[in-house]
């Protein structure tokens, strides 16, 4: 999730030399097609130009919750690199004012369209959490430490909730005893557990097979490192897009 200036692939790339992980940047290109396409027929849906379930339908929820869980893993991956590439303070703080500073756009966006059902802690949210407590976490605690957390995070809210964390103020951490009605939750629990496990899968690729995530790739996957080094910029604009043109094309449509 990162503009920074695209590197020429090498043929051996070194992990702790090259400016960009081709494969991992791949990764994250791939998750933003996938949530692009689920967006699109999401969007369809709501202009009625199909029939489709989101909130109930297994073959939708389910498809939410693997694409949520590739974009944390893949931010897991990317702290990781950050942090074996000695990412400073300074840079890590600019990054993220960027990221909260697109969940607030997101919560006022969602909240002119849907303000019954608003995004007040969606995955740009949850992110900018995650992203301070893995930077704390990550290079302070042994693997062994952050997997147990990470399992930690992921078994919680299934043995303890309460009706206090129902509210839109409390509901962000996760304990809830139902799902709250938004276009989008990621509450810090469990989601926090596939970015430990991320960051952790991470640091061992590091060490034992840095090529799995800094190798070269074909030309056929290229477009995909591309638009996974602009992911966050991307994830912006995308929506604004389809809904624009389907406003658009529903107004010119017959009902």
């Known amino acids: 999730m990162t503009g920074t ?90 990054r993220w004012a960027q990221v909260a500073a697109c969940a607030l756009l997101v919560s006022l966006g969602s909240w002119l369209m849907f303000p019954r059902s608003f995004i007040s802690f969606g995955v740009l949210h949850a992110m900018a959490v995650m992203l301070i407590l893995l930077r704390l976490l990550g290079p302070r605690l042994p693997a062994w430490a952050l997997l147990l957390l990470g399992a930690a995070a992921l078994l919680v809210p299934q043995v303890f909730a309460h009706p206090f964390f129902d509210s839109r103020l409390t509901n962000w951490l996760g304990l809830v005893t139902h799902k709250p009605v938004t276009e989008d939750y990621v509450p810090l629990l469990p989601w926090l557990g596939v970015m430990l496990w991320g960051f952790v899968l991470g640091r061992f690729l590091l060490k034992a097979q840095p090529g799995l995530l800094a190798g070269q790739v074909s030309g056929l996957f290229q477009p995909l490192a591309v638009l996974g080094r602009w992911s966050l910029s991307f994830y912006m604009l995308h929506q604004p897009v389809l809904i624009g043109a389907l406003w658009l094309l529903r107004r010119v449509l017959p009902s």
Do not use: E, K
Request: net charge positive.
């Open 5 to 94: 200036t695209i590197q020429h692939a090498q043929a051996s790339p070194d992990p702790r030399t090259s400016g960009r992980f081709d494969r991992l940047d791949v990764l994250r290109g791939g998750a933003i097609v996938w949530m692009a396409l689920f967006h699109f027929i999401f969007d369809l849906n709501y202009f009625r130009f199909v029939a489709a379930d989101f909130y109930r339908d297994p073959f939708w929820t389910w498809q939410r919750s693997a694409i949520v869980s590739l974009f944390l893993l893949c931010a897991g991956l990317g702290q990781a690199v950050a942090v074996q590439q000695g990412q400073s303070w300074t840079r890590f703080w600019r």
